[in-house]
C-alpha cells in the first residue's frame, strides 16, 4: 500500500543522490530506535516501518512511513505522509499527512531523515490522547483532489497541557547529537523559556532539533543575577528548562543553587534523565562500579587539591574526576605523587564524539605518555580504589607463642590476653580459651606452690 499522496517527482540532482547515500550508510551503521528501513531499489523513496514507542499510547504498534526526496534535496524538505492507517494522533490526518512544522516551513538542509524520524517519535510519545485534528473530515476531502501535504499547517499545539509548571533538568548530549530523550524533546519544546549555560552552544542542539523555545544565558558569572528573574517567571506559573553544555544541570555545572532556591519555595524541580560522562566513562572504564566516588573538578589551590588527593588516594572505591586537557599534565604529576606511580587509571576524552578514546594504564604511563602532547576536548579520568589488603589471622601456634612470652615476663594470663587480642583480628574470647587450655593448669600450680 502506498500513500495516496504521491508526487510528480523529477531525477534526484547529483547532491541530493550523494546525501543520500551517505545518510543511507549512516542509517545502516546506527539507525534511529523503534525505526526500520525497507530497503528497495529506489533511492527517492524510503519505506520506514515506525514502532510506538514502549510506555506510551502507541506502545506496540507499528505503522509505516513514506518519505518522497526532492530533486535538491536537502535544500528541499522530503514529502513524509503515514502510509494509511495512520495513527491516530492530534496532529496527523487519516490520510497520513502529518502536522509537524519541520517538514515544512521550518525545514533545515542540516536536517535528515534520522532526525525527522526522532521528532515524529518524540510527537507520537508526547500524545495524550488518540483522536484526529480538528479540521480532519474537510482537510482529507479537500486533499482529494492531489492536494500536496506540503500545505499542511501545523497550527495548533497541545504539548504542555502535559506538562506541569516547574523547573526542569533536562540531560543533554555529551557530544553525539543523537543522545537526547524524547521526552527532553518535548520538554524544550514546550518550556516557556530554556536557560543554557552558552547560547551559542546550545542553539546548534535546539537548531538541529528545530526547537524555537526562547532562550537565556544562565552561568556560574549571572546566576545569582538570574535568580530572581527566573523564580518570578515560575511563581507565575511558567515552565522553566535548564541545560548545562553537555550532561546533567548541576553536576559540576550551573544548576545546584537555582534548584536549592527552588526546593526552598516549594516549586517543583523535576530531573529529565539524559546523559552523563561520568557514568558513560565509568560504565566504559573497566573499573570496579559497584563503588565509586565522583570528584569532579579539583580545586584551584595547590594544598586544597592535595589535601582531596590525600583522601581519594586512601579510598578502596573508583575515584572520578573531571579535568581539564590543558591541566592533564599537572594533575598526572599531582596523582602520581600521591597516588603512587602503579596505581591503574583510565583517561576517557572526546565520548561519543568521532574521536572518542579510552587510554587505560598506569599513572606512571599516563605521566610519560602525556607529557609530550595536550590532547584536545574534555576529560573524565578515572583512578582505581586502593586496594584492601587481607589481614592474616595468626595461627594457633603464633598466638600461643606470644602468649607465653608475656606470661614468663611476669603478665597474668588476663593482662597476656588482653594484650594479644589488640594485636590482633582473633576475638579475645578464642584467645582467652587457648589460653586457659594451654596455661592454666601450669599457672594454677604455681599459684600452689607459693
Known amino acids: 500500500m502506498t500513500s495516496s499522496s504521491a508526487p510528480s517527482r523529477k ?14 550508510v549512516e542509517w545502516q551503521m546506527n539507525p534511529p530506535a523503534g525505526f526500520k528501513h525497507k530497503v ?3 533511492i527517492q523513496r524510503w519505506i ?13 504498534e507499528t505503522y509505516q512511513l513514506q518519505v518522497d526526496f526532492p530533486e535538491h534535496y536537502p535544500m528541499e524538505a522530503p514529502q513524509v505522509v503515514f502510509v494509511p492507517p495512520a495513527p491516530l494522533h492530534p496532529h496527523i490526518y487519516s490520510n497520513g499527512h502529518i502536522c509537524l512544522d519541520i517538514l515544512y516551513d521550518s525545514w533545515s538542509p542540516a536536517m535528515t531523515v534520522n532526525s525527522i524520524c526522532i521528532s515524529i517519535l518524540s510527537m507520537l510519545s508526547s500524545s495524550t490522547v488518540k483522536q484526529r485534528p480538528p479540521d480532519n473530515d474537510r482537510y482529507v476531502k479537500n486533499c482529494r483532489n492531489g492536494r500536496s501535504p506540503k500545505e499542511t499547517r501545523w497550527w495548533f499545539h497541545d504539548d504542555k497541557g502535559s506538562l506541569k509548571p516547574g523547573l526542569y533538568l533536562v540531560g543533554t548530549p555529551i557530544g553525539n547529537l543523537e543522545d537526547i530523550t524524547l521526552r527532553a524533546l518535548r520538554v524544550l519544546k514546550s518550556a516557556d523559556v530554556i536557560l543554557a549555560e552558552d547560547t551559542r552552544h546550545s542553539g546548534k542542539l535546539l537548531q538541529h532539533y528545530n526547537i524555537k523555545t526562547l532562550l537565556l544565558s544562565y ?8 535568580e530572581q528573574t527566573v523564580l518570578k517567571r515560575l511563581k507565575q506559573g511558567e515552565i522553566v528548562a535548564l541545560i548545562s553544555d553537555a550532561g546533567t544541570p548541576g553536576i559540576s ?6 534548584a536549592k532556591v527552588c526546593v526552598d519555595e516549594n516549586i517543583p524541580v523535576i530531573p529529565v534523565p539524559g546523559p552523563s560522562a561520568l557514568i558513560a566513562a565509568l560504565s566504559a572504564s573497566g573499573l570496579a562500579t559497584d563503588e565509586f566516588t565522583f570528584v569532579g573538578f579539583l580545586p584551584k589551590h595547590a594544598g586544597s587539591r592535595r589535601d582531596r588527593l590525600m583522601v581519594s588516594a586512601e579510598e578502596a572505591a573508583t575515584q572520578i574526576f573531571y579535568v581539564p586537557p590543558h591541566k592533564l599534565c599537572q594533575f598526572l604529576e599531582e596523582t602520581t605523587s600521591v597516588f603512587g606511580d602503579s596505581r591503574w587509571c583510565v583517561i576517557a576524552r572526546e565520548m561519543t564524539k568521532i574521536h572518542e578514546e579510552f587510554w587505560r594504564g598506569s599513572l606512571a604511563e ?13 576529560i573524565t579520568l578515572l583512578i582505581e580504589g586502593k586496594e584492601k ?5 595468626p595461627s594457633e601456634c603464633q598466638l600461643e607463642n606470644e602468649l607465653r612470652d608475656l606470661i614468663s615476663s611476669g ?13 590482633t583480628s582473633v576475638r579475645r574470647k578464642t584467645i582467652y580459651s587457648l589460653a586457659l587450655k594451654k596455661f592454666g593448669k601450669q599457672l594454677e600450680a604455681e599459684d600452689n606452690l607459693t
Open 48 to 60: 520506514i516501518e515506525v514502532n510506538g514507542a514502549p510506555g506510551t499510547l502507541y506502545a506496540n
Open 366 to 378: 599516563a605521566k610519560e605518555a602525556f607529557s609530550m602532547h595536550q590532547p584536545k576536548g574534555e
Open 11 to 24: 531525477a534526484l540532482s547529483k547532491i541530493a543522490c550523494n546525501r543520500l547515500q551517505k545518510e543511507l
Open 411 to 423: 603478665h597474668s594470663l588476663s593482662s597476656a590476653v588482653k594484650l594479644v587480642a589488640e594485636g
Open 389 to 393: 589488603l587481607a589481614v592474616e589471622s
Open 253 to 258: 555545572d550551573p544548576g545546584t543553587a537555582l
Open 219 to 226: 552561568h556560574k558569572f549571572n546566576e545569582s543575577q538570574r
Open 40 to 42: 528497495t531499489d529506489n
